[in-house]
């Protein structure tokens, strides 16, 4: 009887740990899961509003709006192809970042939401998708900073003072300020490299308003 228990006492020992480790095992897991999601909805909301982002994990899609109350901003390098020309591709992506990463972090204070990178040009909107009594000014805002930034940058360069960015060597570039307020479509488009865009007859002027600008000046229609 004693040989009994004691082989039952082992088999349940035996198992009890097998249990454990079997929890164990399975906990591990659920974190890198949460883990691998959590770094999934970072890459989303860096590619598609909160908003839209909320919608698709919902409904596993997002229907197309019209908005008819935003403001449009488009920003486009003055002479780029003349850098094109005499920097090394690497040096050119790393100076495109440079700038949009400090455009990015300046609309992300007045709301707006940036749309895409095309080549040099920016194109960026307030009162999309979520609603703003105040787009245009906040549009107007972002880009009197963003114009004071790119000013700075000149008189760095012209002044010969060298703040740490420029020890990366990064040019001092103009560039033309175009604004638009007006009615957009805005939405979903691919099925694999989808992206988030806007369309109308607003977006078309406010780049021809920014086509037609003086240099280092925010051009309203």
């Known amino acids: 009887i004693l040989g009994l228990i004691s082989v039952n006492f082992l088999m ?17 897991k ?16 860096n590619i598609l509003p909160e908003k839209i982002t909320k919608d698709l994990k919902a409904c ?6 019209l908005y008819d109350q935003v403001s449009i901003l488009f920003i486009d390098f003055v002479g780029f192809t003349k850098y094109c020309e005499q920097m090394s591709p690497t040096h050119l992506v790393e100076t495109l970042d440079f700038y949009f ?5 300046i609309i992300g204070k007045y709301n707006l939401e940036k749309i895409k990178t095309i080549g040099d040009a920016y194109l960026a909107v307030c009162g999309v998708p979520d609603k703003q009594e105040n787009h245009a000014l906040n549009v107007v805002k972002a880009a009197k900073e963003i114009k004071s930034f790119i000013e700075m940058r000149i008189r760095s360069d012209t002044d010969g003072i060298f703040p740490l960015e420029r ?9 033309r300020i175009g604004i638009h307020s007006g009615t957009v ?7 694999q490299k989808f992206a988030f865009d806007i369309w109308g007859d607003a977006v078309n002027i406010a780049a ?7 240099e280092n000046k925010i051009n309203l229609s």
């Open 12 to 28: 349940n020992f035996i198992y009890k740990q097998n249990l454990n480790q079997s929890y164990t095992a399975l906990e591990a």
């Open 208 to 214: 021809r308003i920014q086509q037609i600008g003086f």
């Open 185 to 191: 479509i805005a939405g979903i488009i691919g099925a």
């Open 101 to 105: 990463q400090k455009f990015d972090e």
């Open 30 to 45: 659920n974190e890198e899961i949460v883990a691998e999601k959590t770094r999934a909805d970072k890459l989303l909301l």
């Open 60 to 65: 596993g899609k997002t229907e197309p709006k």
């Open 167 to 175: 020890l990366f060597n990064y040019p001092a570039m103009s560039a």
